[in-house]
């Protein structure tokens, strides 16, 4: 997503240190590798087994890849030997691999176990999570998380159905998906061309795999292991991890520091971390790239809501 945009922003250099923290297939990896020389080195993250496989298959001895979540950056680092980076890459949110296979339970248009966890050796799946919350916690999440309107009375349905299919209730995607539209088109709300059960999918994935807890984690670790010039790169499609970013690269950039009233000068004496660079969204890609190439980024409905921001560390 948006590559060559990421691989710009990067900035990099042959002799670089560089982390794509969600290696996924290898996209931009890859790409990294591409750019960089024989003295430079890439480590790749993923929680995804899956993915993590694929990583482990590639021989190339300035590559290597860790299975880890966010947060446990430092530790990986460590582990590596890498003290200092050039570069971090975070391309937020679920793979298309993980949607494309109803095995892991991510999509509602393919019917499968309900599971939704980017690492399904760890944690507790969708279903576990939904059989023993509370309607208010179901609430809350598809309320905040999906931002759905109907997210009481979804919450009150799936406790409903709780209670009628008992151990054997919301075993697969199919089933959670149809309750979920049930509840939408009884109200007449449905949106044209758009899943009723969209919201509530997004939801509850980002609840089970703790996505914002790990991305506000990630975001401070990162930076304090970015030498000076190094680029901090994050491709964002919702506009709770966006916002996230945008405050945090604005908060190390200085803008909430206390400023003398008469000079707007920053009092703090501590120099901001960042510098915020920018931002690229599919469209300005589309204007940038031109062409058939640019029509096909928008085509793809992942890309349509991306937001790419860039910061430099100072």
């Not at 679920?94 to 760890?122: I, K």
Request: aromatic share 4%; charged share 30%; proline share 5%.
């Amino acid at each position: 997503m948006l590559l060559d945009e990421a691989l710009d922003a990067l900035a990099i250099r042959p002799v670089g240190r560089y982390v794509d923290c969600t290696f996924g297939r290898g996209g931009h990896s890859a790409a990294i590798l591409a750019r960089l020389g024989p003295e430079g080195r890439l480590l790749a993250i993923d929680r995804d087994p899956q993915a993590v496989a694929v990583g482990r298959a590639w021989r190339d001895p300035r590559f290597a890849i860790a299975h880890a979540r966010f947060s446990e950056l430092d530790a990986v680092l460590d582990a590596h030997g890498l003290a200092q980076l050039d570069g971090v890459l975070l391309d937020l949110g679920v793979s298309s691999p993980q949607l494309d296979d109803p095995a892991r339970g991510f999509s509602f248009r393919d019917d499968g176990p309900l599971d939704m966890r980017m690492d399904p050796t760890r944690g507790s799946s969708a279903r576990d999570w939904l059989l023993r919350a509370t309607a208010d916690d179901i609430a809350k999440v598809v309320k905040d998380y999906g931002e759905e309107r109907f997210a009481v009375q979804i919450a009150d349905a799936v406790v409903a159905r709780r209670r009628q299919a008992g151990e054997q209730a919301l075993r697969t995607t199919g089933e959670l998906a149809a309750l979920v539209a049930g509840v939408v088109r009884r109200r007449g709300r449905a949106q044209p061309g758009k899943d009723p059960a969209t919201r509530t999918f997004q939801a509850l994935r980002i609840h089970v795999n703790q996505e914002l807890e790990e991305l506000a984690i990630v975001l401070g670790k990162a930076v304090a292991r970015l030498a000076p010039g190094g680029r901090l790169v994050v491709i964002s499609f919702h506009s709770l991890e966006d916002r996230m970013v945008k405050q945090f690269i604005a908060h190390e950039a200085g803008r909430d520091a206390a400023r003398d009233p008469v000079t707007g000068a920053p009092r703090d004496a501590a120099a901001p971390r960042l510098r915020a660079i920018g931002k690229v969204l599919p469209r300005a890609a589309r204007a940038a790239g031109g062409g058939a190439r640019g029509r096909a980024r928008l085509a793809n409905p992942r890309a349509r809501s991306a937001v790419m921001r860039v910061a430099e560390r100072s």
